[in-house]
């Protein structure tokens, strides 16, 4: 069994900044990708970022230029710093993981709630 744990999560003014982390723990013998997802009141849940073991990263169009995904393999951890926060950027941020004990699993955090004020 494996658990995401997130935190960083809060209520920030627009053009503040957050930092969300995310660590896995349990059964784990390696973890591919990585990927943090929001899930706005009403709408479906959306790729925010993803990053690889090597560091290959990938960004929704709309947080490019804003959000920065690392990870620290070490501590099977990865982090989103959020910059320049819109209003937009409100919801329910998950983070994910594709982790390999045996065979492959993807596993979801509980997820941590972001609030931007304008």
């Known amino acids: 069994q494996v658990h995401l744990v997130e935190s960083g999560g809060g209520l920030v003014q627009a053009g503040g900044s957050l930092r969300l982390s995310c660590a896995a723990s349990g059964s784990i013998f390696s973890i591919n990708v990585m990927g943090w997802y929001r899930q706005a009141p009403g709408k479906q849940r959306e790729l925010v970022a993803t990053?690889?073991?090597?560091?290959?990263?990938a960004y929704a169009e709309s947080v490019k230029g804003r959000f920065t995904i690392s990870r620290d393999n070490a501590k099977n951890t990865v982090y989103l710093q959020m910059s320049s926060l819109k209003p937009e950027d409100t919801a329910v941020y998950y983070c994910?993981?594709?982790?390999?004990?045996?065979?492959?699993?993807?596993?979801w955090g509980q997820g941590t709630q972001v609030t931007v004020s304008s």
């Open positions: 990053i690889t073991s090597g560091g290959t990263t």
């Open positions: 994910n993981a594709d982790v390999y004990y045996i065979t492959y699993n993807t596993y």
